[in-house]
């Protein structure tokens, strides 16, 4: 039973989440609670795995941590606390927060001016590395990579053009490093019309959304220069977003020219975060976690 709490509450402190960060953008979807009802449902769907394999009904009497893995192992909870729980649930915000700190002028840290394959690359091999962590029994530095990868595979829907596309299904492609992100617009192709309002709903050529060319926008943060005809991120802090063509494409915020986009790459960018999740907990193996969790 011993290995059994172990493994179980390790994989919590690995996969939950807390709701209290600097928030990213404005409104009521943020890194923070995208990746936080991510995290809690992919638990909850773990102690409904655990408590059913030993017979047991998962009825949580609440939706606190501790009222959670009450109903996952029962009464054998340890000497786990809701402190200790929640150091280490911050650990995973904390560094989700921090890639706009610490990697503020990285294009593929953002999935901004079309840096999709830096992108993909860092999701990519951070989950590899997550893993790996896992096997040697570095918690800390599992949790610590989960949390700036999710913040990269989520940027993806809000910093790129897939919403716009029509797409209503996540990528796939971009927790897979055994393929390639593909119909990529080149660096000589224009993707965007101007938006001298800065607020059109879809500034996207017409010639980009029916060959479904995957562009996203450019950053610029310290420079307004962009390669000709290319979309811009937008905002006030993107000085790109000046220069023709005006206006951008970012999803971060709900606003009214953007909210039915927005509410979807919200979705996406949650579904995919569950399905990341997933391919970790697939990979670690019940019986391997729990040796090495014990």
């Known amino acids: 039973m011993r290995s059994v709490v172990c493994g179980v509450a390790l994989l919590v402190v690995l996969l939950a989440g807390v709701r209290a960060f600097v928030p990213v953008g404005g409104g009521g979807n943020t890194h923070v609670t995208i990746t936080g009802n991510a995290v809690m449902k992919k638990v909850n769907e773990v102690c409904k795995a655990v408590a059913e394999s030993e017979g047991r ?15 996952c192992l029962g009464s054998a909870t340890g000497q786990l606390s809701a402190a200790k729980f929640h150091e280490a649930l911050n650990q995973i915000y ?12 990285s294009d593929p840290h953002h999935f ?4 999709f394959s830096g992108g993909h690359t860092l999701i990519t091999q951070g989950t590899s590395t997550i893993k790996a962590n896992i096997r040697k029994g570095s918690f800390q530095a599992a949790r610590e990579t989960l949390g700036r990868v999710l913040h990269t595979l989520q940027d993806f829907y809000s910093h790129s053009n897939w919403v716009e596309l029509g797409n209503k299904a996540t990528y796939p492609v971009l927790i897979r490093p055994d393929l390639t992100i593909s119909n990529i617009a080149d660096v000589n ?20 959304l029916n060959e479904k060319k995957l562009t996203s926008g450019y950053m610029g943060l310290v420079s307004a220069n962009k390669p000709s005809g290319k979309c811009s991120h937008g905002g006030s802090a993107d000085l790109s977003s000046t220069q023709n063509p005006r206006g951008g494409i970012s999803k971060d915020e709900r606003r009214a020219h953007n909210a039915g986009f927005h509410d979807i790459a919200v979705a ?27």
């Open 57 to 71: 009904e998962f009825k949580p009497t609440g939706s606190s941590v501790e009222e959670l893995l009450r109903a």
């Open 94 to 105: 904390m560094q989700n927060g921090l890639v706009d700190r610490d990697f503020m002028t």
């Open 112 to 115: 901004n001016s079309e840096s």
């Open 189 to 208: 192709t224009p993707t965007c019309s101007d938006c001298a309002s800065g607020t059109c709903t879809n500034p996207l050529l017409p010639s980009i």
């Open 268 to 294: 996406l960018a949650t579904e995919a975060s569950l399905e990341l999740l997933e391919d970790i907990r697939g990979a670690a193996g019940n019986k391997e976690y729990l040796r090495y969790a014990s």
